[in-house]
């Protein structure tokens, strides 16, 4: 099961903590690991955590945070202040993109540069790693980067505590009238290099156009990047038919680490949960609340799930594409659709009634 150290919470995938408590964030990846993708090992330090925080990280809590550190080492095979590097990011429950603080390649250190040297083989690398740390530690934190990766991880956690009170997080809560008593929770995740060759690289990737709304992926990539090069504009990414081009493999599996579900079954909940709110943004048939232990009978079958009925049906059963005139409200859509071409996408669905 994840491990629990205190108030922080190692992301192993065997189970998923409460959203409430690591943020959307590391509850994203804790899912991811349990659906067996690729992510980079990491842990959490609760909301509850943060909030006792604002004076400094107490030191019980500080020794949880080391507990947890030597999880990472372990699962890396790499130490902290030498081969090990780390991101420590913000994570609310409720996603606030852009409006909290992230430390990327925390850890380095001139001698850690100089052991990231050696082993990729490229200087220029281990330099630009470097100095996107001194750069970004420096604007966040206040300060210039101690040479003890142990007091840059602790100032660090402390800095992205604080910034759940930062004027534009506020201002962004006040815009979309939500609660300002959540706080959030702050993971720390080892580090991967997209900044480290052609091949690496860093990206944001959409299961549809968000503009059109035609279920086509839709995504932007950026050779030789890291964090937020893609999402703060300073720079022109590339689409993701330019991935496919470079690395079709990557493409490919890409589309595949993407959106497994086909379907979503919950025990509880109802129809505001997460869980029916994300798949309709997916357009992938849920049913929630079917009540607790009643999934244990499916589960390892093969199953039909009707999101319209509210059904769970053995087996796969035919489906067929309705006549506008069966469903009132799909003939006004399509109605719309011929009135207003310009505005659907022309593979859209409805084009084709």
Same mark, same amino acid.
């Not at 840059?152 to 201002?171: K, Y």
């Not at 962004?172 to 995740?189: C, E, F, I, K």
């Given at each position: /099961?994840?491990?629990?150290?205190?108030?922080?919470?190692?992301?192993?995938?065997?189970?998923?903590?409460?959203?409430?408590?690591?943020?959307?964030?590391?509850?994203?990846?804790?899912?991811?690991?349990?659906?067996?993708?690729?992510?980079?090992?990491?842990?959490?330090?609760?909301?509850?955590?943060?909030?006792?925080?604002?004076?400094?990280?107490?030191?019980?809590?500080?020794?949880?945070?080391?507990?947890?550190?030597?999880?990472?080492? #372990?699962?890396?095979?790499?130490?902290?202040?030498?081969?090990?590097?780390?991101?420590?990011?913000?994570? %609310? #429950?409720?996603?606030?993109?852009?409006?909290?603080?992230?430390?990327?390649?925390?850890?380095?250190?001139?001698?850690?540069?100089?052991?990231?040297?050696? #082993?990729?083989?490229?200087?220029?690398?281990?330099?630009?790693?470097?100095?996107?740390?001194?750069?970004?530690?420096?604007?966040?934190?206040?300060?210039?980067?101690?040479?003890?990766?142990?007091?840059?991880?602790?100032?660090?956690?402390?800095?992205?505590? %604080?910034?759940?009170?930062?004027?534009?997080?506020? %201002?962004?809560?006040?815009?979309?009238? /939500?609660?300002?008593?959540?706080?959030?929770?702050?993971?720390?995740?080892? /580090?991967?290099?997209?900044?480290?060759?052609?091949?690496?690289?860093?990206?944001?990737?959409?299961?549809?156009?968000?503009?059109?709304?035609?279920?086509?992926?839709?995504?932007?990539?950026?050779?030789?990047?890291?964090?937020?090069?893609?999402?703060?504009?300073?720079?022109?990414?590339?689409?993701? #038919?330019?991935?496919?081009?470079?690395?079709?493999?990557?493409?490919?599996?890409?589309?595949?680490?993407?959106? %497994?579900?086909?379907?979503?079954?919950?025990?509880?909940?109802?129809?505001?949960?997460?869980?029916?709110?994300?798949?309709?943004?997916?357009?992938?048939?849920?049913?929630?609340?079917?009540?607790?232990? /009643?999934?244990?009978?499916?589960?390892?079958?093969?199953?039909?799930?009707?999101?319209?009925?509210?059904?769970?049906?053995?087996?796969?059963?035919?489906?067929?594409?309705?006549?506008?005139?069966?469903?009132?409200?799909?003939?006004?859509?399509?109605?719309?659709?011929?009135?207003?071409?310009?505005?659907?996408?022309?593979?859209?669905?409805?084009?084709?009634?």
């Amino acid at each position: /099961m994840s491990t629990a150290i205190g108030g922080v919470v190692v992301l192993d995938g065997s189970v998923v903590p409460d959203r409430e408590e690591i943020g959307n964030k590391a509850h994203s990846l804790a899912t991811m690991h349990r659906l067996g993708m690729p992510v980079p090992p990491a842990f959490v330090l609760t909301t509850s955590v943060g909030k006792r925080c604002a004076g400094g990280l107490p030191d019980d809590v500080w020794a949880d945070v080391l507990a947890a550190l030597a999880h990472l080492e #372990a699962a890396t095979g790499r130490r902290f202040g030498e081969e090990l590097l780390v991101s420590v990011r913000s994570g %609310a #429950a409720q996603s606030m993109p852009g409006m909290m603080d992230t430390i990327l390649n925390l850890g380095i250190t001139d001698a850690v540069e100089a052991t990231l040297a050696a #082993a990729s083989g490229d200087a220029a690398f281990a330099r630009d790693t470097h100095r996107r740390f001194r750069e970004s530690y420096a604007r966040l934190v206040g300060q210039d980067a101690p040479a003890d990766p142990h007091e840059q991880l602790r100032a660090a956690i402390c800095t992205v505590f %604080a910034s759940w009170g930062s004027p534009r997080a506020v %201002a962004y809560r006040n815009h979309h009238r /939500m609660s300002h008593d959540g706080g959030t929770a702050v993971t720390v995740q080892a /580090m991967v290099y997209g900044n480290l060759d052609d091949r690496s690289g860093t990206g944001v990737l959409f299961t549809r156009d968000p503009q059109r709304g035609d279920t086509a992926p839709m995504g932007e990539f950026l050779p030789r990047g890291q964090g937020e090069d893609v999402v703060s504009g300073e720079v022109d990414p590339l689409d993701l #038919a330019d991935l496919a081009e470079r690395l079709p493999e990557v493409h490919a599996a890409l589309l595949d680490g993407m959106i %497994a579900a086909r379907a979503v079954c919950t025990e509880v909940g109802g129809r505001t949960s997460h869980a029916a709110v994300v798949s309709r943004e997916l357009g992938c048939p849920a049913v929630v609340g079917c009540g607790e232990g /009643m999934l244990a009978a499916v589960e390892g079958r093969t199953v039909t799930v009707d999101g319209t009925a509210g059904e769970i049906l053995d087996g796969i059963v035919p489906v067929r594409t309705p006549e506008p005139s069966e469903v009132p409200a799909l003939a006004r859509l399509v109605a719309w659709a011929k009135e207003h071409p310009d505005a659907v996408a022309a593979d859209h669905p409805l084009v084709a009634l």
